[in-house]
C-alpha cells in the first residue's frame, strides 16, 4: 500500500528557506506514470497546487509561486523534496505531498496524499 | 483560469447535494476535473476523479458531471448522511498549471 510521509523543521524565520522531505513508501518513485506533487493549505482556508516533479527530475511550479520554489527528487532513497525560499507568514501552511497519477499522458488526481506536516513562519 | 465554488451548502440527511464548479476561462471539459473531501483534521481524499469517475470504496451516492453550456462540473451526493460533512474541493488544470477551487463546507443538518 502506498504512503508518503512528510517531514521537515515545523517553523522557519521569516526571509529563510522553507525545506520538506516526502518519504514514499509502497512504490517506486521512478514509476513512469506518476508525477510527484506538493499542495499546502493555509490555516482555516483552502488548497493551493505548488508543484509537481518526475522521477527524471522534470519539474513545473504554480505560477505565483514559480520564482521561489524548487523541487528535487532522490530515487535512490524515494524521496522528493521542496525548498521555497524567502518565506513570510504568507506561506504559514500544512503541506501535503501527494501523488499525481496520469491516464494516457493526462493528468488525473492527486493520490494518495501524506498526513501533512503544519509549518509556521515566524521569528 | 480560476474555479469558482459555493462557500457553503446545508441539507438534511436523505437529501441531495449539489456542489458547482464553475471555469473562469477556457472550456471545463478541455481538463479532467477531480473532486476532493476533506474531513476536518484530516487529509484530503478523491471522491471523483477524471470528471466522473469513481474510486473503489467510495459511495455510488456520489457522481460528479461536466455542464459546457455553463462551463462548469458538479458533484452530487444523494442520500446525504452525516458522514458526508467536510468540505470539498473542485480540482481542474490547464497546461502544466493545476488549480483548486475554494472549497465548499457541506453541512448536514
Known amino acids: 500500500q502506498l504512503q508518503l510521509q512528510e517531514s521537515g523543521p515545523g517553523q522557519v524565520k521569516p526571509s529563510e528557506t522553507l525545506s520538506l522531505t516526502c518519504t514514499v513508501s509502497g512504490d517506486s518513485i521512478s514509476s513512469y506514470s506518476h508525477y510527484w506533487g506538493w499542495i499546502r493549505q493555509p490555516p482555516g482556508k483552502g488548497l493551493e497546487w505548488i508543484g509537481n516533479i518526475y522521477y527524471s527530475g522534470s519539474t513545473f511550479y504554480n505560477p505565483s509561486l514559480n520564482s521561489r520554489v524548487t523541487m528535487s527528487v532522490d530515487t535512490s532513497k524515494n524521496q522528493f523534496s521542496l525548498r521555497l525560499s524567502s518565506v513570510t507568514a504568507a506561506d504559514t501552511a500544512a503541506y501535503y505531498c501527494a501523488r499525481h497519477l496520469y491516464n494516457w499522458n493526462l493528468p488525473s488526481h492527486f493520490d494518495p496524499w501524506g498526513q501533512g506536516i503544519l509549518v509556521t513562519v515566524s521569528s | 483560469f480560476m474555479l469558482t465554488q459555493p462557500h457553503s451548502v446545508s441539507e438534511s440527511p436523505g437529501n441531495t447535494v449539489i456542489i458547482s464548479c464553475t471555469r473562469s476561462s477556457g472550456s471545463i471539459a478541455s481538463s479532467y476535473v477531480q473532486w476532493y473531501q476533506q474531513r476536518p483534521g484530516s487529509s484530503p481524499t478523491t471522491v471523483i476523479y477524471?470528471?466522473?469517475?469513481?474510486p473503489s470504496g467510495v459511495p455510488e451516492r456520489f457522481s460528479g458531471s461536466i455542464d459546457s453550456s455553463s462551463n462548469s462540473a458538479s458533484l452530487t451526493i444523494s442520500g446525504l448522511k452525516a458522514e458526508d460533512e467536510a468540505d470539498y474541493y473542485c480540482?481542474?488544470?490547464?497546461?502544466?498549471?493545476?488549480?483548486f477551487g475554494g472549497g465548499t463546507k457541506v453541512t448536514v443538518l
Open positions: 480540482q481542474s488544470y490547464h497546461r502544466n498549471n493545476h488549480v
Open positions: 477524471e470528471d466522473k469517475q469513481r
